[in-house]
């Protein structure tokens, strides 16, 4: 009977005073490699359900299903916080073709292409717009060429992304207003409509939306814009060498329609010790709509689900309270990180460190950190946990933007940093899918997001 009770204490998964920060961290690796249910979540939230764009139907089944899923984790408290969120509709798929005209090296022939209107943009004419090229590399080059070149036609921003760049999202970053303001900046010179090169690494023929923005620009000032494939930008550019007056068709249905009312999913395990400081783990719900949404950002959402259960199957008892926050409508505005983040203003709620993956189901390789210097040094004591399992990237750098409204001049705010080679093949296009997910990657990222949630808890901040 004695050792019966022995070997039951031993299998029994309460984490007890006597084990050191590396033995709570080898049991988070294994339970999440061994006894995950994010990738489950995952199937569910890409196969059953599938791109979530905001406003859509799907986005609601989502905020439906994750409730109902935290629901399950027996946790403290679970609700949803509404969010006015703008819906913008895609509409029919998009159609484009080159045309050569009778001065053409290839008389009267058109080249169908692959595009797909960017989010938040306008529709063509019903029977689309039609006009000649122009190629354009940035902001400048628009400048330089002037009203005289560029008013009746179609720009073509053809910028490639940086190759040289270890760090693919520095190089994501450093084109990204070229997609978000193309039109806003184009149409100041007469332009017609906008054509912007795929922010991808890739040559493919799948095109990546992204947001873009008008601003405050009155509504008949407004152009359409939309992403071409990689490899349709090389043909484009290559016929444009060859014949200046070449044209451009393109038709898209799109269309802004009346804000709804949407929601931020959350769930929480209040602390035993230290209940009013408040550590967050979250993602952002809402996708693109050409995907299913796997990695931008299902994977974030489930892995930061998972936090919350991997916590409770280990019988960690939280001393600050811990909450896994998703959030409605990144991609179109953030409207979910704003309203959070009013809220915890308003209740006066001490949030010392929030946590948020964006980057993809890939395999974790360490942090970003904005935080204070004596923050930062006593993080950089906890690096050697996680190097026996190659997760030992810990720079400072600026964090996710769904958790940047919370920042103060006292908290940590961090996001996960992933292997980001293969990342910009899948984001924002159709691409994006559960099949392009690896199980023991997403695990992985699970794992490192509960070890660090389960260090800022028991040692807090300075």
Not at 44 to 62: F, P
Not at 140 to 153: C, D, P, Q, S, V
Not at 331 to 357: C, M, P, S, T
């Amino acid at each position: 009977m004695k050792r019966l009770l022995i070997i039951a204490i031993s299998l029994s998964p309460l984490i007890n005073f006597s084990q050191t920060d590396q033995d709570v961290l080898r049991d988070i690796y294994k339970q999440s490699l061994t006894n995950s249910k994010s990738y489950d979540w995952l199937n569910y939230l890409s196969n059953e359900i599938g791109g979530r764009l905001t406003g859509s139907l799907n986005a609601e089944k989502a905020v439906a299903y994750t409730k109902a899923e935290l629901e399950k984790l027996a946790l403290d408290k679970v609700w949803l916080q509404p969010v006015k969120v703008p819906k913008w509709v895609r509409g029919a798929k998009e159609h484009a073709y080159i045309e050569t005209g009778p001065n053409g090296f290839n008389t009267g022939k058109t080249t169908t292409v692959n595009i797909c209107a960017l989010g938040g943009s306008i529709a063509t004419p019903a029977l689309g717009l039609k006009a000649n090229v122009i190629e354009v590399k940035n902001f400048e080059h628009l400048k330089t060429l002037g009203r005289e070149n560029i008013a009746g036609k179609i720009v073509f921003f053809n910028t490639p992304m940086q190759a040289d760049l270890i760090d693919t999202n520095e190089a994501y970053q450093n084109i990204l207003n070229i997609s978000k303001r193309g039109a806003l900046e184009a149409s100041q010179f007469g332009a017609v409509g906008v054509i912007v090169r795929s922010m991808t690494l890739t040559l493919s023929d799948f095109p990546h939306t992204e947001s873009m923005t008008y601003e405050n620009q009155a509504i008949d000032k407004r152009i359409p814009a939309a992403a071409i494939s990689t490899n349709d930008a090389e043909v484009l550019s290559a016929m444009l060498k060859l014949d200046e007056s070449i044209k451009f068709y393109f038709k898209q249905n799109c269309k802004q329609l009346k804000e709804v009312t949407s929601h931020n999913v959350i769930a929480e395990i209040t602390g035993s010790e230290y209940p009013d400081e408040y550590l967050i783990v979250g993602a952002h719900l809402d996708s693109w709509d050409l995907g299913d949404g796997a990695h931008d950002n299902g994977a974030g959402v489930v892995q930061s689900m998972d936090v919350l259960r991997l916590i409770k199957a280990l019988g960690i008892k939280p001393k600050r309270s811990i909450r896994v926050v998703l959030f409605m409508n990144k991609e179109n505005g953030l409207d979910g990180a704003k309203k959070y983040a009013e809220g915890v203003k308003q209740n006066k709620e001490n949030h010392i460190f929030a946590l948020e993956n964006d980057a993809g189901g890939f395999s974790p390789q360490g942090f970003t950190f904005n935080c204070s210097d004596s923050n930062f040094n006593q993080i950089l004591h906890w690096k050697a946990l996680f190097k026996p399992y190659l997760i030992h990237y810990f720079e400072r750098g600026t964090s996710a933007e769904n958790v940047e409204p919370l920042k103060n001049d006292h908290n940590v705010l961090a996001s996960l940093k992933t292997n980001s080679q293969r990342y910009f093949e899948y984001q924002h296009a159709a691409l994006d899918t559960f099949n392009t997910v690896n199980k023991r990657e997403l695990e992985l990222g699970a794992a490192t997001m509960t070890a660090l949630l389960y260090l800022f808890d028991k040692y807090g901040i300075n």
